[in-house]
Every structure is written in C-alpha cells, then in structure tokens.
C-alpha cells in the first residue's frame, strides 16, 4: 500500500509507455512526449475516491505536470 509522497519509477517490462501500452500501437511523436514514460519518477498522491486506483504526479516530456490515474495491476507491476 502506497502512502501520499511516496516516490516510484515506471519501469515496464515491456518498455513502452503508459499510454502506448495502454492503446496497444504505437504513438505519434507528439503523443509521445506527453506519456508516461519508462524511467519516469512519479510521486503517488493517493488512492482515487470513485476507482480506488492510484493516483500519481509525474512531469512529461514538454515539461508539462501531470496527474494520472494508474491501473492497480500495473501500479503493482511496473511501478518500483
């Protein structure tokens, strides 16, 4: 179980992104630089109040913050 301000990596076994994976194709380079991607630090936040999935804080590609709900089997797997 996460705590708020814990920090995490996305390190998918699968090395792509959150969102590539997720779609299942690859993405356009723009879309790209707006994804999760392997080797991003994440902060969790806390568990979302109408999915319980996790919520976390992460900064993209252009410099964008973002906050991003996160799959729990995938939260377990590919976050360390």
Do not use: C
Request: net charge negative; aromatic share 12%; hydrophobic share 40%.
């Amino acid at each position: 179980m996460a705590n708020a301000g814990d920090k995490f990596m996305y390190q998918p076994a699968h090395g792509a992104g959150y969102g590539e994976a997720a779609l299942g194709q690859e993405l356009t380079a723009e879309m790209t630089e707006l994804d999760l991607k392997p080797g991003t630090e994440v902060t969790f936040l806390e568990y979302d109040a109408d999915s319980g999935w996790p919520l976390v804080q992460w900064v993209d590609g252009v410099g964008i913050d973002r906050i991003t709900t996160i799959d729990p089997a995938v939260f377990d797997s590919d976050f360390v």
